[in-house]
């Protein structure tokens, strides 16, 4: 009896064409485009800082906006690769 659905081999559906264990390359993970950013400036006491943990976008500028506030100064959102960190 035939299966409408197309069939798969752990769990990717192989197109028209395609043998057993072989995938196209759209089923392959692709890379992240996603850009995160870090927050440098000064802190209050005058010392230089910088973030440890990446932020998306709007959550850098929430951030700049709570050190502000919080008296530090010059700071700025900048943009990060991942596992990388910048430098006060």
Same mark, same amino acid.
């Given at each position: 009896h035939r299966n409408a659905l197309p069939q798969t081999?752990? $769990?990717r559906a192989r197109t028209a $064409? %395609?043998?057993a264990g072989s995938y196209s390359t759209a089923s392959w993970p692709q890379p992240s485009t996603t850009q995160n950013y870090a927050l440098t400036g000064t802190d209050s006491t005058g010392k230089g800082r910088a973030s440890t943990v990446a932020y998306d976008k709007p959550?850098?500028?929430h951030r700049k906006a709570e050190l502000e506030a919080a008296g530090a100064t010059d700071v700025k959102v900048v943009p990060i690769r991942p596992g990388e960190?910048? %430098?006060p």
């Open positions: 081999d752990r $769990g $064409g %395609q043998a959550s850098a500028e960190l910048p %430098q």
